[in-house]
C-alpha cells in the first residue's frame, strides 16, 4: 500500500532573469515499510523531493499525496495537520533547542499536539528508551556526541508515532562507528516497528545497507533499484 505518490512533479524555482527546473515530471511511489534512499549529485533534486513529501513545499505542478490526500488540495493549517499525523522529520543539522535537554526537545511536538502531561511523558520515555539515551533524558544537547544528538532528532521525529520518517542526509556528520550505529537503529525501527523510512544521502556506508534505492539526477529520476512489494515484511 502507497504511503507517499509522487506523479508528474515539477518544480521551478524563479532566479533572475530565467527560472531552474530543480524536479522535472518525476514519478515516485513510496510503500508502507519501504526503507528508501534517495541518491544523486548535489543540485538532483533529493532534497526539494523531500520538501515536497515532508509538505513544506507544493508542486509547481503535479501531484504529491500523502496517506491518500492531495497536498495541493489543503490550506496551511490542513497542511500543519496532515505534517503532524503522518510525518517526523530527521534534519541534517538535528535542529535541537539547546537550552531544553533530551526529554524537552523530545516533547516539544507533543505540546504542539496539546497531549496531556501524563501521555506525554509515557510517549516521550518511550521515544528515549527506542533509541537508547534513556540514561541521557536530564542531558543538555552540549553534552551529547554528534551520534546521541542524531538519536534524540530520531527520538522526536517518533514521539507522534508517524507511518513516515523522513531524513536529509541523517549520516553526514557521523562518524563511522556512529554512523553505523544509526543505520542499525533505522534498520531496527523499519524492521520490528513497521516505520517507512525515506531518505536522501550521498553515504556509500549507508547506500550499501538499503536495497531500494532511487538516483536523481538534473531533476530526474534516472536510475530505480527497488525490491518487490511481495518481498515487503
Known sequence: MAIVQ???VTKVYPLGDTTVNALDGVDLTVRAGD??????PSGSGKSTLLNLICCLDLPTSGDVCIDGVRTTDLGEAALDQLRSRTIGMIFQ??????VLNVQENVALPLHLHGMAASERRERV????????????????PERLSGGQRQRVAIARALVTAPRLIL???????????????????MQSLNRDHGV?????????????????????RDGRIETARRMPETELA
Open 167 to 185: 531524513a536529509d542526509e541523517p549520516t553526514a556528520s557521523l562518524d563511522s562507528a556512529n554512523a553505523f550505529a544509526l543505520i542499525e537503529l
Open 125 to 140: 520515555a518511550e521515544a528515549i528508551a527506542a533509541v537508547g539515551l534513556t540514561p541521557f533524558a536530564s542531558s543538555l
Open 93 to 98: 543539522s538535528f535542529n535541537l533547542i539547546p
Open 35 to 40: 526503507f528508501l534512499a534517495l541518491t544523486g
Open 196 to 216: 517507512t523510512f525515506l531518505f536522501s544521502t550521498h553515504d556509500d556506508r549507508l547506500l550499501r545497507n538499503v536495497r531500494d534505492i532511487v538516483r536523481l
Open 6 to 8: 509522487v506523479r508528474a
